[in-house]
């Protein structure tokens, strides 16, 4: 008798997050949030990204250095991954990602607690790293998925974004583009102006020196909620102290 057997395919993954950053500047009663990644993807449509603050609002998104929309979803927003199209391979192709929005907290009282958890990703995150930018005048301490310490410096570097911007330019017919070229037309369409530079798209970055910086990571972070816990207070009669030197007050790190 010829029997037939029946195999189910078992799922395999279609994206991984390489490296992730999340940035998030605590100002008062606001927050400016900045994530960025670079991932490996085959067919990978949407990213989730989960565990945004309720008043999250002011969505800047890039995709490959292209400004597109997210999509809502009743868990958070799904980024659009198959933007400025691919590298031509049938494998994985390298994909960026540049996320920013603005959120309104509590504002800061005298002391208490705040919390700031970077946003939830529907795929494995080799490794990810969190800075977080706060008031100078307060005393902080952390508790939660990162532990209790700062960082010095990150253990790896940044991620780095990828770039499939065209330009357009009218040339004979059977011309043939070489890629230095249309690196330099990438380049001469981004530096002809704000009104260039606002067709393309905004590009939010945080300002330098806007508080005290504190640097977390992570490594293989897969489907996790995760905790950051901030406690806050004046600084200490003790800590005021430890800042006093011979030549005079010395401004606080």
Avoid: C
């Avoid at 979803?73 to 920013?100: F, H, M, Y």
């Avoid at 929005?101 to 990703?121: C, D, F, K, V």
């Avoid at 990150?154 to 583009?177: E, G, I, S």
């Avoid at 590009?203 to 020196?209: A, E, L, T």
């Amino acid at each position: 008798a010829l029997t037939v057997l029946r195999h189910r395919a078992i799922e395999t993954l279609e994206a991984a997050v390489d490296r992730a950053h999340y940035r998030v500047l605590q100002v008062e009663s606001h927050a400016m949030h900045l994530l960025t990644l670079t991932l490996q993807t085959t067919n990978l449509q949407y990213l989730a990204v989960r565990g945004l603050p309720a008043s999250a609002a002011s969505f800047v998104l890039l995709v490959n250095s292209i400004p597109t929309k997210p999509v809502e979803s009743s868990e958070g927003i799904r980024v659009p991954l198959l933007v400025g199209g691919g590298d031509g391979g049938d494998g994985a192709q390298r994909t960026s990602v540049e996320l920013s929005y603005l959120s309104r907290n509590p504002p800061l009282g005298h002391n208490g607690t705040a919390l700031l958890p970077p946003p939830q990703l529907s795929v494995p995150v080799s490794a990810l790293s969190v800075e977080l930018i706060l008031p100078r005048q307060y005393e902080y301490n952390f508790s939660g998925s990162f532990g209790n310490q700062s960082l010095a410096q990150l253990d790896y570097a940044l991620p780095k974004m990828v770039d499939r911007r065209t330009a357009k330019k009218v040339v004979r017919q059977a011309h043939r583009f070489s890629e230095a070229e249309d690196a330099r037309e990438v380049e001469a369409t981004a530096e002809e102006g704000p009104g260039r530079q606002a067709a393309g798209g905004i590009k939010v970055s945080i300002p330098k020196n806007a508080g005290r910086s504190f640097l977390f990571q992570r490594l293989l972070v897969v489907d996790e909620e995760l905790v950051l816990r901030v406690n806050y207070a004046p600084p200490s009669q003790q800590q005021r102290q430890t800042s006093w030197s011979y030549g005079g007050w010395r401004r606080r790190a």
